[in-house]
C-alpha cells in the first residue's frame, strides 16, 4: 500500500463520526450527468452479468442437469462469467463483445465511489472520469446487454412435445 493510501485511509478512519457511509450511499441530492451515466452503466453490467449466469445455469431439456449450479456462478467476475460463456458454445462475436467491456466495468465500479461523497475514491486511487468517457462505456455496455438478452431468448430451449 503506497504512503498516499495509508494516509487516506487514516484520514477516514480518524473522520468516521462525520462519515456517514448510509448518508453518502442513500442520498436524497441531485445527480449530475455523469453519476446518470455511471448508474446506467452499473445496471447495464449488472443485467449483463445476471443474463450470463441465468445462461450457464440453464438446462436444455435434452441434458440431464444444467451445465453449471447457481452456487457455482454466483460469485464469479464478468471476465470468469464470459469464459465459462465461451466454454459453452456462445458465440464468437458476444464473447468478443463481452471481453471488450470487462475492463470497463471495472472502471465504472471504481467510478461510483468517485461520485460518492467522503473521500472513499482516495483510498483505492480512483480518479474521475470524463464524461464523455462515460457516455462511451455506457452505450457500449448498453448494446452489449441487448445482443445478449436478444442471444439468452433466442436460444431458449423449447418444450420437448
Known amino acids: 500500500m503506497s504512503q498516499k493510501q495509508d494516509s487516506n485511509i487514516k484520514s477516514?478512519?480518524?473522520q468516521q463520526d462525520s462519515l456517514d457511509l448510509l448518508e453518502a450511499l442513500n442520498g436524497p441530492r441531485a445527480v449530475e450527468q455523469s453519476e446518470w451515466r455511471m448508474l446506467t452503466a452499473l445496471k447495464?453490467?449488472?443485467?449483463?452479468?445476471?443474463v450470463l449466469k441465468a445462461y450457464?445455469?440453464?438446462?436444455?431439456p435434452a441434458d440431464a442437469?444444467?451445465?453449471?449450479?447457481?452456487?457455482?456462478?454466483?460469485e464469479l467476475?464478468?471476465?470468469?462469467?464470459t469464459k465459462k460463456f465461451a466454454n459453452l458454445g456462445g458465440s464468437a462475436e458476444l464473447v468478443a463483445m463481452?471481453?471488450?467491456?470487462?475492463?470497463?466495468?471495472?472502471?465504472?465500479?471504481?467510478?461510483?465511489l468517485v461520485c460518492m461523497e467522503g473521500g472513499l475514491a482516495d483510498v483505492i486511487g480512483a480518479k474521475p472520469v470524463s464524461l464523455a468517457r462515460?457516455?462511451?462505456?455506457?452505450?457500449?455496455a448498453m448494446k452489449v446487454m441487448a445482443a445478449l438478452?436478444?442471444?439468452?431468448?433466442?436460444?431458449?430451449p423449447k418444450p420437448l412435445a
Open 65 to 74: 442437469a444444467p451445465p453449471y449450479q447457481a452456487a457455482e456462478v454466483l
Open 56 to 60: 450457464l445455469c440453464r438446462a436444455n
Open 134 to 140: 462515460l457516455k462511451e462505456i455506457d452505450l457500449r
Open 77 to 81: 467476475s464478468l471476465g470468469r462469467l
Open 12 to 14: 477516514l478512519v480518524s
Open 98 to 112: 463481452l471481453e471488450e467491456i470487462r475492463d470497463d466495468r471495472n472502471v465504472i465500479a471504481h467510478q461510483a
Open 44 to 50: 447495464s453490467f449488472q443485467v449483463i452479468e445476471s
Open 149 to 156: 438478452v436478444a442471444e439468452f431468448i433466442r436460444t431458449a
